[in-house]
């Protein structure tokens, strides 16, 4: 009995710790899938590898360069790459480059895509070029339809 006693008493021991505490999951983006036009409902921003300017072009489920997610500290991903302009100036491009998570690759998104915050210039699309592409330019917001954008999950 003695030596019984005191294993019951380890094991009884040990169911009354408490479980490990569960992992807590990270938030889910912001926004995940393409960047489409408002002006034009099915064109989409369009990235690529590292070094590829913005521009917007016929949404295209196959093309994963259309694939953006923005992530709960604001910045934009495709794959390893952030979305970035090189400045804030008016008329700038924007490049797709591999990530820093620094400030200059933050973008505040309502139906405007602005660089940094709440306050920069916005991601605008210029007219379409003889290819069907629009080059896209950072210019002051004016809230008009070439700054316009909305989030669409294709899947």
């Given at each position: 009995m003695r030596v019984v006693l005191p294993?019951?008493?380890a094991v009884v021991a040990l169911s009354l710790l408490p479980a490990p505490a569960a992992a807590v999951p990270a938030?889910?983006?912001l926004h995940q899938g393409w960047i489409v036009t408002q002006q034009t409902p099915y064109r989409c921003?369009?990235?690529g590898a590292a070094g590829t300017s913005?521009?917007?072009?016929?949404?295209?489920r196959a093309n994963k360069a259309q694939d953006?997610?923005?992530?709960?500290?604001?910045h934009f991903t495709q794959g390893e790459n952030c979305v970035e302009p090189k400045t804030t100036a008016k008329g700038v491009k924007v490049k797709v480059v591999p990530c820093t998570y620094q400030a200059?690759?933050?973008w505040w998104f309502?139906?405007?895509?602005?660089a940094g915050d709440q306050w920069g210039p916005c991601l605008t699309e210029t007219p379409l070029d003889s290819a069907g592409h629009g080059r896209i330019r950072l210019q002051d917001c004016t809230g008009a339809v070439d700054q316009q954008?909305?989030?669409l999950n294709p899947w």
């Open positions: 294993s019951l008493t938030p889910p983006p921003l369009t990235g913005l521009f917007t072009s016929v949404c295209d953006f997610y923005q992530t709960s500290d604001g200059d690759q933050k309502t139906t405007a895509l602005q954008w909305r989030s």
